[in-house]
């Protein structure tokens, strides 16, 4: 396994370390390369993400993202040009995010019902195509517009992965969240294509909500949902949100997938770099560890992803919640869980 | 005073001659006319808003609309030919959504901290502007578009009536949400006119939050929003998890306004018609009769729209929180309170 890792900035390159320690329990002979990309490298060179990095970030089977970003960037340029550019470059067309409420975890909700939720997000299109532009700027007659672009294509791969994640899950069922009673015209493709590819999975019931109802159902009825199948924006925002009812992004994984296993997938926290508590040991490296799991599940390791996925689940259940340890000591209590191969609690 | 009612679908007659009882307590010589749209009139006669219609609402000072919908009407025809046509017509660029947890309502939330802000979200154009379309529908090829317009005046109107009531209000905050480094150019648009409205409203401190975001601060820390700044798609997510985290749609009032006057201004429950529990006087009357008190405001009657949301506060603070009561119960306790002028338990 030949894996890049781009530790990033902040507390990217502590978290990372982590993981890579709960990896190295599972697959001792990973080969890992890191590349420098982040705040850190456009402040000295002005590089983003050179072409020959791309090239060769390619020749790897995965990708493992620490966090990037850092408050004397302008926002955007990473984000444009280093994250969203690996997603699109990459073809990372679902992106992946599970939203699961660990025994143990205080989420912010009153009423704890169980949550064990997977986003499947839009990757590659809607309104973060990068289309539109500004008329008349700096005038009193500006107009600026976003387009979002959305192709059969590209909407029913991302479907049809949806349909294949649901019917593997115990309860087969799938939701699409969009907002069909306003964008008539991608809600319009959307809810078709839903209905073409659910002919294909007659065991996967389906449901629909707009995405405004939905944000009401994940504080008060999260345990609805089970595979939820969306764009590129709206995912961004609910899955802010699932992982917030799930006890926030310090948990929350991501995957960012080329299903087609033409490009290397990227997987992250979902969390950011976090600058004001770098270097303290006091990022929870979970959701990098998380991430692993989600990265091996993706290269077909499935035995290994549920080991580690279990022990994260018996240390959540178990640990000290006001003060979980510093940032290596929780990577050290996962990588033991993981090497003694804990009976999971979870599943 | 002239009032156009539109009791509308389902619960909406319900709510609002409960809304009726309690601005009669206030205003008892306002006068008022009924206009039967929504999904009875449309499956009747399949006229949605007649011109003739739209030309006798103009003649009022303001509109009350209960909710019009039926799961009789497919999705999307009563919306945008009724409801977002209204807002259209009558340039509602002003869409107005307090959100505020009253003492003795339980929220979702486990830790219920104070909650007092108010949405404005711009009601004219972002992805709303219906610019969009599909080209080579049906086929492999098929591509969806959706167009957000923004426009300086579009934004700098609402921009600027959200500074007027951030410094209106003890506070004195705003928070702009967008999604400034996905969206570039809209968010830029959005970011300049924010900075340039500031420079006249020096008082008012300004922050910044990108939309995904401010799920997590919704759920986790709400009490850092007070005027909240949006487009109109944002505002339309982010004003159902407002609503949700303060008690639910159930108590939330909006207004659609034209700050210009010019047309009147339209106020409504965000609930819809609610038709499994229509008829059996189950329906609370509470943000109906909430949007009365902003229409009073709107108007120019600040002192009985405060009356009136005082009386609310007062109800929801003693009322029996599990049987509150049947919905004229529920009005008639509401027109006494304003009536016998309550004291302000709230402000
Ligand atoms: C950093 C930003 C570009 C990104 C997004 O909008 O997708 C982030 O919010 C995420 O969800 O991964
Ligand atoms: C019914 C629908 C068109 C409307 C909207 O999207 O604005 C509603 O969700 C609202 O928030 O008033």
């Known amino acids: 396994m030949r894996l890049a890792v781009i530790p990033g900035d902040g507390i990217g390159p502590e978290v990372v370390a982590e993981a890579l320690k709960v990896l190295g329990e599972v697959v001792p002979t990973a080969e890992t390369t890191n590349y420098d990309l982040g705040a850190a490298r456009w402040h000295s ?27 004397t960037v302008p926002s955007g340029i990473l984000e444009r040009g280093l994250l969203l550019r690996l997603r699109f470059e990459l073809d990372h067309h679902v992106n992946l995010r599970p939203a699961r409420l660990y025994p143990g975890v205080r989420g912010p909700l009153a009423d704890s019902s169980e949550i064990d939720m ?6 590659t299109e809607g309104p973060y195509a990068g289309n539109g532009g500004l008329l008349r700027k700096d005038t009193e007659h500006e107009i600026a517009t976003e387009v979002s672009v959305n192709t059969a294509f590209g909407v029913r791969r991302v479907v049809t992965d949806a349909f294949n994640r649901a019917e593997a899950r115990p ?10 009673n306003v964008l008539e015209y991608a809600g319009s493709l959307w809810s078709r294509i839903v209905e073409e590819v659910s002919l294909e999975h007659p065991e996967v019931t389906v449901a629909y909500s707009h995405v405004d109802a939905a944000m009401i159902h994940l504080v008060t009825d999260p345990s609805r949902f089970d595979v939820v199948v ?37 997987f992250e926290p979902v969390h950011g770099s976090a600058p004001d508590i770098a270097g303290q040991g006091l990022a929870d490296p979970t959701a990098a560890v998380l991430s692993v799991s989600l990265l091996l599940d993706h290269l077909g390791q499935k035995e290994s992803a549920r080991r580690i996925e279990a ?11 006001a003060s979980p340890g510093a940032t290596h000591a929780i990577g050290d ?10 009976r999971p609690v979870t599943q």
Request: without cysteine; hydrophobic residues 45%.
């Open 45 to 71: 060179t002005g590089e983003l993400l050179p072409e020959s990095v791309l090239g060769e970030l390619r020749q790897h089977d995965a990708i493992l993202l620490g966090a990037v970003g850092d408050p």
């Open 118 to 123: 997977v986003v499947v997000r839009e990757g």
């Open 171 to 180: 309860r087969k069922h799938l939701t699409l969240l969009h907002k069909t």
């Open 230 to 266: 969306t764009d590129n924006l709206f995912g961004d925002i609910v899955t802010d949100l699932s992982a917030a009812v799930t006890g926030g992004i310090g948990l929350a994984a991501s995957g960012n997938l080329d299903i087609t296993r033409r490009n290397p997938s990227m």
């Open 311 to 321: 022990s994260v689940a018996f240390d959540l259940a178990t640990r000290d919640q």
């Open 333 to 342: 209590r996962l990588a033991a869980l993981v090497s003694s191969n804990v």
